[in-house]
């Protein structure tokens, strides 16, 4: 059985100039900041940056559950103006109908679009296979371990074939085993879909895993530090993550996210070397700093 055919030219997701502000006991706070960044048609990118730096913000704009104050969202080329099937959003809660079996869960969505029985069933059993879940298609979210139900939330959120992927920490919650064991999952699953993915992590082993591109953010408000390409080849392995070309990876962006968790606790930054001008990683890869 095959899994449903993915746009290869659909799924372009452009962010131009975004700047987003909240209220905060009476006071304007600035979450984003002039932030323009794009993922290609079929590409894995991550978002990286300290706590509260405006990543989960920046990926509810391009979701449309919150509209910028100024510069615009796009998708394939027209603008984003609020939710829509052509985006799968995937949380780091499990949100699942617990009165609703595994294969009912993920058939939801579909149910709301009018598909026919017949079709939402195939269509459900063909992505809970891809994702080793066919077996457990009968039982019910409080019968499943946390590894299992975020397995079925991403399900869910690929039944309805969107262009786009957006997961916001979808793993943070899970033990470090369950977690590299879903990394895997989730990279064979987005092998053989290769639709876009936009994803939110804190954790930089994780983003350089999964990634083709790591957006590195500032501190709030949250601007484009850096742009660093993963050129590490495909498919992953669990142990790329032992070889010097992973290794200086991680360094690289570990200094990035320190000097911007250092500027988001109000200490003083130490010469990173960089020059402002950009930054050269090595063989691994080059960041641009912006």
Excluded at 20 to 49: H, P, R, T
Excluded at 253 to 268: D, F, H, V
Aim: aromatic share 6%.
């Amino acid at each position: 059985m095959n899994a449903p055919a993915a746009a290869t030219r659909s799924g372009h997701i452009e962010v131009r100039d975004l700047n987003i502000s909240f209220k905060a006991n009476g006071a304007a706070v600035q979450a984003v900041k002039s932030v323009s960044l794009d993922v290609q048609a079929g590409e894995f990118v991550s978002l990286i940056g300290p706590s509260g730096c405006g990543k989960s913000t920046l990926m509810n704009a391009v979701a449309g559950f919150t509209p910028p104050d100024s510069g615009v969202a796009m998708l394939d080329g027209k603008r984003i103006d609020g939710p829509g099937s052509d985006r799968g959003v995937v949380f780091q809660q499990y949100s699942l109908f617990p009165w609703m079996t595994v294969r009912k869960n993920v058939e939801f969505g579909l149910k709301m679009a009018h598909m026919p029985p017949s079709q939402r069933e195939t269509q459900a059993r063909t992505l809970l296979g891809l994702a080793g879940l066919l077996a457990f298609e009968n039982h019910y979210p409080s019968q499943l371990s946390g590894g299992m139900k975020q397995r079925v939330g991403i399900v869910r959120a690929l039944a309805t074939s969107p262009q786009v992927l957006l997961m916001d920490e979808p793993f943070g919650a899970l033990d470090s085993q369950t977690r590299t064991v879903m990394q895997e999952i989730l990279t064979n699953m987005w092998q053989r879909l290769r639709l876009s993915v936009l994803f939110i992590t804190h954790d930089i082993e994780e983003a350089i895993f999964l990634s083709d591109r790591i957006y590195v953010m500032t501190a709030r408000p949250g601007r484009i530090k850096a742009e660093i390409k993963v050129p590490l080849p495909r498919p992953r392995t669990p142990d790329m993550v032992d070889t010097p070309e992973f290794a200086g990876l991680v360094r690289s962006i570990k200094k990035l996210i320190r000097e911007e968790s250092l500027a988001a606790m109000g200490g003083e930054l130490r010469d990173g070397g960089y020059g402002g001008l950009g930054m050269e990683i090595g063989p691994e890869g080059v960041a641009n700093v912006l």
